[in-house]
């Protein structure tokens, strides 16, 4: 009778300890670092921890493959952060397994383009450029050669939108020759590859993706402002929010930054990007970009064919149903399953941070983790 009224003590110290470890971890929040990025627990903003706790478990089983961030900011604090190991690459080159953490480097791949889109924004707030609306070849006298006919036409803000009407096929995979961005990579002169490609459509008229004209951007910053698009960003972007620690990856043999695809930065430094259109332009009270162009930049500019959602100035638009509500939401996309997703309504953002490059049949993964983290609140 001793022996089970002993045991019978144990399982209820167990039973309590267990209760107030997982009273714990659902108080708990991500560290302050001092960084800018408030933080508070899930259960301060309204979330059901036990909710995301099942999420964080699946990632680390593997029945999301390969993530290795998640970022879950919530009304204005950040309630959720954790890494995962996982394999990772520097655009293309294998690492192997990486044990991800809060100061690691990740290939952010096409989320490199809305960083290019907020240097553009700048870069006319400074007067340096006229406008969205300024035609291209403004800029690049030494093509004139190009500059006929509806190509006249062609504006920063076709090539922000991916309406340039350029013949470009990014729609195959990036092994496969025929991939547009691919070839341009592999040419001795991208600006004059993509400059000099036919037009199947006019500017302005029909949505295509298109690499190549994010690198156009980047020349045009560098043609307006005498720094090329990583000293630029450096400068104008990146210190005024305390993001010291980035990479951009250099085309091979040149000293040109791969303006579409080659940046890399740590998790809360996404993070601190998805803040900033969070807070229409602004960083701790500041503004590096303007209110407009914030909000001009992640609306819906142009459709996409076969989908609900658009384009904004290099970030995409959704519109999906949860909890039989429709949610808009906007997103800096990036191969692998890079993503910031921004839901204004609901004072979302959130952040991931992937290996699965060129795998396209696990590409919704991340909206399936979006949509697991909508299920921890009542959305608006």
């Not at 009273?23 to 708990?28: A, E, I, T, V």
């Not at 291209?136 to 036409?153: H, I, Q, R, S, W």
């Amino acid at each position: 009778m001793r022996h089970k009224i002993v045991i019978s003590l144990i399982c209820l110290t167990i039973f309590r300890y267990g209760i107030s470890q997982t009273d714990q971890l659902h108080s708990s929040k991500p560290i302050d670092l001092e960084d800018g990025i408030k933080t508070a627990s899930l259960s301060e903003m309204g979330m059901n921890p036990s909710v995301i706790d099942t999420l964080s478990a699946q990632i680390s089983s593997n029945y999301y493959p390969n993530i290795h961030s998640l970022l879950i900011y919530k009304n204005n604090k950040l309630v959720f952060e954790k890494y995962f190991p996982g394999k990772d690459q520097i655009w293309g080159k294998n690492l192997g397994v990486i044990e991800h953490s809060a100061n690691s480097p990740h290939d952010v791949r096409s989320i490199s383009k809305s960083v290019v889109s907020a240097c553009i924004g700048i870069a006319i707030a400074q007067g340096k450029i006229k406008s969205a609306e300024q035609r291209v070849f403004d800029f690049f006298p030494e093509y004139a050669v190009y500059d006929t006919g509806l190509k006249k036409t062609l504006t920063i803000k076709n090539l922000l939108t991916m309406t340039s009407g350029f013949e470009w096929n990014e729609q195959v995979p990036y092994d496969n020759p025929l991939n547009s961005e691919i070839q341009m990579d592999k040419s001795e002169d991208p600006i004059n590859f993509v400059l000099s490609r036919n037009l199947i459509s006019a500017p302005g008229k029909v949505w295509n993706y298109n690499g190549g004209t994010t690198e156009v951007l980047a020349a045009i910053i560098e043609k307006a402002t005498g720094k090329k698009v990583d000293e630029f960003a450096n400068h104008y972007l990146f210190k005024p929010m305390g993001i010291t620690n980035f990479e951009w990856t250099k085309f091979p043999g040149t000293n040109t930054p791969a303006a579409a695809s080659g940046l890399r930065l740590r998790s809360r430094d996404l993070l601190k990007f998805g803040i900033l259109y969070y807070q229409k332009g602004s960083w701790n009270n500041k503004h590096i970009i303007s209110e407009n162009w914030a909000t001009v930049s992640i609306q819906k500019a142009v459709a996409r064919p076969n989908s609900r959602g658009g384009y904004g100035y290099l970030f995409w638009t959704y519109i999906d149903t949860i909890q039989n509500k429709l949610i808009s939401t906007s997103a800096a996309v990036g191969n692998g399953d890079q993503r910031i997703f921004y839901d204004k309504t609901n004072n979302l953002l959130v952040v991931i941070t992937a290996g699965n490059y060129n795998i396209w049949t696990i590409k919704n993964d991340s909206f399936a983790i979006l949509q697991k983290i909508y299920e921890s609140f009542s959305v608006k």
